[in-house]
C-alpha cells in the first residue's frame, strides 16, 4: 500500500518571542483533530542543547518528560494536552541533535569526499526529522511544525532554509505558512500599529516564505481597513488576516480562532473538506472554567515562584482539577526561603492545601519542610510531587520519628540518616544529560489508599524525573507510624506513593503527575487534592456543614 501523503503546516513566529507560538499551533492542532484529521505536532527548537534537560528553569521554563524518557520543551506539554495525545521523542528536534547526527555521520565517513555544510547537510538533516514525525504516528493527515524563535534570529535560519526547501519539494496545495505576529496598540497615539508585521513578513519573504496566514496576538480587535491594510502590505488575502484577540483563559484560544475561520482557512488551503468541527466538550471545560460554583487557595511553595513557566503544566493541572471539582483554584506563591525567614504561619495562613512542587538543590529546602511540617499538623491537604514527596519523608521522619537530623543525600554526602538516598543504578553516574530515572514506569498502589481512591487501579504509570529516592534501609523507622507507603514499583523496591493515614489528605508521588493531566481529564490524584481542598474550605466556614463535594461528578482518567 502506498505510504499516506502528510500535508505539513508551518508556523513561525515574529516581532517579539512569547507570542504563543506552542497555544497556537495547539489550537489549530485541535480544530482539525476535531475535523476528524489525524494529527502531530513537531517542536523544532533552534539552541545547540541536545535537550532542554541541562537548562536552567531561567533560561528554559519547564522540562517536559514524555512516556518515552526524553525530556522536551514545554511546548510539547501545550500539544499533549490540547490534543490530547501522548508525544514521543519524534517531537522536539533541536539544533543540538540535528548536529550530533550529522557529526557521528561525517565521522563515520559516511560523506567521505565531501564537505559537510549547513546547506545541504544540516537542512536535509531537518527535513528528515519533519518528516520522521509524520510518520511516527500512523495515518497522519498533517503535520503542524512549529518554528522556535522569532523571524530574523540567527539561530531559526536553517530550520526556515528547511522549510522552504519542504514546502518546494511537496505537492501544490499540501503546504500551508502561518505566521504569528504582534499587532501593538500605542496609547499615546490611541492607535494599532502595523509596521511591525509589515518588516517581519518582509524577513519571511527575504528567504523565500511568503505566509499564507497571519495570526496577528492583538489586544483591541482588527477592523476592515486595518486588516485590508495588513493583507495589502504582506501580500496575504484581508480575510486570511486573523485576529487573536487575548482572552481569559488559553484554552478559549481553538474557540476564538475557530470563529476566526483558521480552521477553514487552512482547509481551504490544503485542498480539504472544510467540515465542521465538534467544539462541544471543548466549550463545556471553558465554560466550566470562567463559571466556577466553589473557591479555594492552594499555596505552591517553591524556589522559582517567581518564574511560572517553571511550573507550566502543575498551574495547568490546576485549572483541569478545577473542571473537574467546579471549583476556581487561587494559586499562592510562597517562596520556600521567605518560609525559612518568617515561618509558615504566617506565610500560609487562610490555605485550603498546599503544594510542594518538584526540584533540586539544597536551597530553600529547609522552608518547604517546615511548610509541609505545619500542613500536616495543621490537617490542611497536601501534595508533594517528586522533592516534594522526598521533603515528606524527611519532615515525618524528623518530626514524628524523632530522627532530627534526617535529611536527602541529594544536598550532604555525610549525613546520619540519610532517608533519601541516591538510587542505586545512579551510582558512577557522571554524564548529566538524559541520565536521570526518567520517563514512564508502572507503580503497584496498596488499599486502602486516597490514591487507590483516586486512580480506581491498582497499577499505574506515571513519569519520572529524579536521581534519589527513598531509602529502603528506612523502611521500618515507619513500620508503625502513620506513613504508609503506598505505591511501589512492581519489584516492590522503589517507593513511589507515600500518604500520612492520619490526615484528611497528604499524599507524596515520586513521579510527575502533572505531565499527564489533560483538561478535559483532570489528573485523579491533582482532582481529589482540589476535591479534598473543597471539602477542607467548607469545613472551615463552617464545621457543622455537610460539603456536597461528593456529588461532584468526577472525570475518571
Ligand atoms: N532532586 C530530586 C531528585 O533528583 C527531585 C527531582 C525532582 O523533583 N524532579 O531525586
Not at 500542613?375 to 514524628?400: D, S, T
Not at 541516591?422 to 488499599?447: F, H, K, W
Not at 493531566?517 to 473543597?534: C, E, K, M, N, Q
Request: glycine share 8%; aromatic share 8%.
Amino acid at each position: 500500500m502506498p505510504e499516506k501523503k502528510t500535508k505539513y503546516i508551518f508556523v513561525t513566529g515574529g516581532v517579539v518571542s512569547a507570542l504563543g507560538k506552542g497555544i497556537a499551533s495547539s489550537s489549530i492542532g485541535l480544530l482539525l483533530k476535531k475535523r476528524g484529521l489525524n494529527v502531530n505536532i513537531i517542536k523544532c527548537d533552534p539552541y545547540i542543547n541536545v535537550d532542554p534537560g541541562t537548562m536552567n528553569p531561567f533560561q528554559h521554563g519547564e522540562v517536559f518528560v514524555l512516556d518515552d524518557g526524553s525530556e522536551t520543551d514545554l511546548d510539547l506539554g501545550h500539544y499533549e494536552r490540547f490534543l490530547d495525545q501522548s508525544m514521543s521523542k519524534d517531537n522536539n528536534v533541536t539544533t543540538g541533535q540535528v548536529y550530533h547526527t550529522v557529526i557521528t555521520r561525517e565521522r563515520r565517513g559516511d560523506y567521505l569526499g565531501a564537505t559537510v555544510q549547513v546547506i545541504p547537510h544540516i537542512t536535509e538533516e531537518i527535513k528528515a526529522s519533519i518528516r520522521r514525525a509524520g510518520r511516527a504516528r500512523p495515518d497522519t493527515d498533517i503535520v503542524i511544525v512549529e518554528i522556535g524563535g522569532t523571524v530574523g534570529d540567527i539561530e531559526s535560519q536553517p530550520f526556515l532554509e528547511a522549510i522552504r526547501q519542504m514546502a518546494l519539494e511537496n505537492d501544490p496545495g499540501d503546504t500551508v505558512f502561518v505566521h504569528l505576529t504582534l499587532v501593538p496598540y500605542v496609547p499615546t497615539a490611541g492607535e494599532i500599529k502595523t509596521k511591525p508585521t509589515q518588516h517581519s513578513v518582509k524577513a519571511l519573504r527575504e528567504i523565500g516564505i511568503q505566509p499564507h496566514l497571519l495570526v496577528c496576538r492583538t489586544v483591541k480587535p482588527l477592523d476592515e481597513s486595518i486588516r485590508n491594510k495588513i493583507g495589502l502590505f504582506c501580500n496575504v488575502p484581508a480575510r486570511h488576516v486573523i485576529a487573536a484577540l487575548d482572552v481569559e483563559t488559553v484554552y478559549e484560544i481553538p474557540l476564538s480562532f475557530n470563529r476566526e475561520g483558521v480552521g477553514k482557512a487552512i482547509c481551504e488551503h490544503l485542498n480539504l473538506e472544510n467540515i465542521d468541527p465538534d467544539l462541544s466538550e471543548w466549550e463545556e471545560m471553558v465554560s466550566k472554567i470562567k463559571h466556577p460554583s466553589h473557591r479555594v487557595k492552594i499555596a505552591i511553595c517553591g524556589k522559582y515562584v517567581h518564574l511560572k513557566d517553571a511550573y507550566k503544566s502543575i498551574i495547568e493541572s490546576f485549572i483541569h482539577a478545577g473542571v473537574a471539582n467546579d471549583t476556581r483554584v487561587d494559586l499562592i506563591w510562597v517562596s520556600s526561603e521567605d518560609i525559612k525567614k518568617n515561618g509558615a504561619e504566617s506565610l500560609l495562613d487562610g490555605i485550603d492545601g498546599l503544594l510542594i512542587p518538584g526540584g533540586f538543590g539544597e536551597r530553600g529546602v529547609e522552608g518547604k519542610i517546615e511548610s509541609i511540617r505545619y500542613v500536616r499538623e495543621n490537617k490542611i491537604p497536601f501534595f508533594g510531587i517528586c522533592l516534594g514527596m522526598q521533603c515528606a519523608v524527611i519532615e515525618y521522619a524528623r518530626n514524628v520519628c524523632d530522627l532530627k537530623d534526617a535529611h536527602s543525600y541529594e544536598f550532604y554526602a555525610e549525613l546520619k540518616h540519610p532517608v533519601i538516598h541516591l538510587m542505586a543504578d545512579q551510582e558512577g553516574v557522571t554524564n548529566l544529560g538524559g541520565t536521570m530515572r526518567l520517563g514512564a514506569y508502572p507503580c503497584i498502589l496498596q488499599q486502602p489508599s486516597r490514591s487507590y481512591e483516586a486512580y480506581g487501579a491498582d497499577q499505574i504509570s506515571e513519569r519520572h524525573r529524579h536521581r534519589y529516592e527513598f531509602n529502603n534501609a528506612y523502611r521500618d523507622l515507619f513500620k508503625d507510624t502513620s506513613l504508609i507507603l503506598v505505591g511501589l514499583s512492581p519489584d516492590g523496591r522503589l517507593v513511589e506513593i507515600v500518604e500520612d493515614s492520619d490526615h484528611p489528605w497528604f499524599v507524596g508521588v515520586q513521579f510527575h503527575p502533572e505531565l499527564k493531566s489533560r483538561p478535559t481529564r483532570a489528573h485523579p490524584l491533582f482532582r481529589d487534592f482540589i476535591g479534598a481542598a473543597v471539602e477542607y474550605n467548607h469545613k472551615k466556614k463552617d464545621p457543622e456543614a455537610v460539603t456536597d463535594i461528593s456529588q461532584v461528578e468526577k472525570n475518571r482518567v
